[in-house]
């Protein structure tokens, strides 16, 4: 059974596939309007969301198929006790698939090992976000036209941020790209990604404090919310939560095609003054998500020998 836990779960072949379906579906909707009818998504969330909920609750239905799930875990059985195996298990009685968010680290691993249906992480922890990471993908895939060769900053929460540590794992399997880490100091990313990720594949990448001096380098901006919920104490949180705050004159020596991204929710890290902005892009980030989730649901749903 084939699950999505981790981006590196899928191979650059499956990425790239993936990418072309949700560039076909973008072109031909209603190509895909029925392929999944007669077929149920469980969405399970044990913490928040927005995008990605709903855009997987969206996906869905523009296949044909149908919806069921929880939005937090005090409605479910986990407020008495229940496993998140066990969950997932009982689910898949009644799902096709199942897409869950968690907020411990590992928790979606634990939930596939007795599952009987493709099973996807929506974000476990401070850990991954593989879902999206795929949004990502597609984004820069269809703004800049290539995923190689492109100079990428990542600004904010690193240590914290999961769709921080999946796109870096991500775009590290494409060559030629070069990584501007841009954090205060307590926020940089995990050592394990450091070392595992980009010392050890080799990668180009720097770390600063400086947003403005890295800007005239940079392809791709990708700025992230400072993580509240993962702090250990509020008083480190509100002395970091406004580090970066991206401001149009901050942008005076962007390139002309730079391509600002966030995963959203934003909190402050842009002001609302750059949305007019056409390098702005993270909205219609948001509308890629939609697209590239149908893709993979479709995937993973053809693997699993359920739709054909
Ligand atoms: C992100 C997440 O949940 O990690 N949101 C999302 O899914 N688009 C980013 C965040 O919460 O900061």
Do not use: W
Request: glycine residues 6%.
């Amino acid at each position: 059974m084939k699950h999505l836990i981790d981006i590196m779960d899928l191979s650059i072949e499956e990425l790239d596939e993936m990418i072309d379906v949700a560039k076909d579906i973008i072109a031909d909707p209603e190509k895909y309007a029925h392929k999944c009818a007669g077929k149920k998504l469980a969405t399970l969330f044990f913490e928040p969301s927005t995008r990605t909920r709903l855009s997987f609750e969206a996906a869905m239905y523009e296949l044909g198929g149908n919806v069921l799930g929880f939005s937090e875990a005090q409605s479910s059985s986990a407020a008495k006790g229940e496993s998140v195996s066990d969950t997932i298990r009982t689910v898949g009685c009644y799902a096709d698939i199942i897409a869950m968010r968690h907020p411990k680290e590992g928790a979606p691993i634990a939930g596939t090992r007795r599952s009987t249906v493709p099973v996807i992480n929506a974000g476990d922890g401070g850990h991954n976000h593989p879902t999206q990471t795929l949004t990502d993908l597609l984004t820069i895939s269809r703004e800049k036209g290539r995923l190689d060769h492109l100079t990428i900053g990542l600004c904010g929460d690193l240590k914290f941020g999961r769709t921080v540590h999946s796109l870096i794992n991500a775009m590290s399997r494409y060559t030629g790209n070069r990584f501007v880490l841009i954090s205060p100091e307590e926020l940089k990313i995990p050592e394990y990604l450091r070392y595992e990720t980009l010392i050890k594949k080799e990668q180009d990448f720097v770390e600063t404090g400086d947003l403005e001096g890295a800007m005239p380098e940079l392809d791709i901006l990708y700025m992230t919310r400072v993580q509240r919920e993962r702090f250990f104490n509020e008083q480190d949180y509100l002395r970091l939560k406004d580090s970066y705050i991206l401001t149009p004159d901050k942008l005076e020596y962007a390139k002309e095609d730079l391509s600002i991204l966030h995963p959203l929710p934003r909190v402050n890290e842009i002001s609302v003054a750059v949305d007019d902005d056409p390098r702005a892009r993270y909205f219609e980030q948001v509308r890629n998500g939609k697209y590239i989730r149908m893709a993979l649901i479709l995937k993973l749903l053809k693997e699993a020998g359920t739709i054909n």
